[in-house]
């Protein structure tokens, strides 16, 4: 199975909602991301889990919240945000590598929309 | 720091013309580089990599080869099809402030008309 799979493929949510998005993969990967995507951007990098803890935090809002239950699922718990967090949420999955050869495996995305 | 700098699009060609997309990098260390298609509508796919210099990266008719004199890693493909009609990032992963996570180009759109 070399595939990240992402729940919902579509949100909408106010902004005084409570929701989270969940990525799965089943590729024995112990590392795990979570990217931002605007419309016509590159994505941007907001959370690294190596190993089911989290390594890396990009200055992300607190609204933010992720999450690594275990090895194989990673969540992004969001709360009271606001409407420029609209976007594409990519969730990826890699092999920890200390040699940084390490390709990232992507999931089809969530586009969220916050009203 | 780590960058990447590729061509500005929209990138228009007819069905079968060559394709080039052109991708330069600065890096502190020595890094893999990475193509990644974006189809409409989907999450980010590896097109081709290569690890170290010289290497070329192939897949579904796709070629880049590692530059390490020129810091480059350019896209070709000798007749492109409609369905290749996406958005095309550069990438590479080396050790920076952010461990080993990818920093992207801005990503080249290529329209492909029949």
């Known amino acids: 199975d070399t595939e990240v799979t992402q729940t919902p493929k579509h949100l909408v949510m106010g902004m005084t909602n409570k929701k989270s998005l969940k990525c799965e993969q089943h590729?024995?990967?112990?590392?795990m991301y979570w990217y931002k995507q605007k419309a016509k951007k590159p994505p941007e990098l907001m959370f690294v889990?190596?190993?089911?803890?989290?390594?890396i935090n990009e200055s992300v809002p607190s609204r933010f919240s992720p999450e690594c239950p275990n090895s194989s699922l990673l969540n992004l718990h969001l709360h009271a945000l606001q409407p420029e967090d609209s976007a594409l949420y990519l969730c990826a999955s890699s092999q920890v590598s200390t040699s940084g050869k390490n390709e990232q495996f992507f999931g089809p995305g969530t586009r969220l929309t916050v009203l | 720091g780590n960058s990447v700098t590729q061509m500005e699009g929209p990138v228009t060609l007819s069905e079968e013309a060559f394709l080039t997309i052109n991708c330069t990098y600065t890096?502190?260390?020595?890094?893999?580089l990475f193509w990644y298609v974006q189809y409409p509508g989907e999450g980010l796919q590896l097109l081709l990599k290569a690890t170290k210099a010289d290497d070329k990266g192939s897949n579904k008719g796709f070629e880049a080869t590692y530059r390490k004199e020129t810091t480059s890693f350019h896209l070709e493909k000798g007749s492109v099809q409609v369905s290749d009609s996406a958005v095309y990032f550069c990438a590479l992963s080396d050790l920076g402030n952010s461990g080993y996570a990818l920093n992207f180009g801005k990503g080249t759109s290529l329209l492909v008309t029949p």
């Open positions: 889990y190596s190993y089911e803890k989290l390594s």
């Open positions: 890096a502190t260390g020595y890094p893999s």
């Open positions: 590729m024995g990967h112990r590392a």
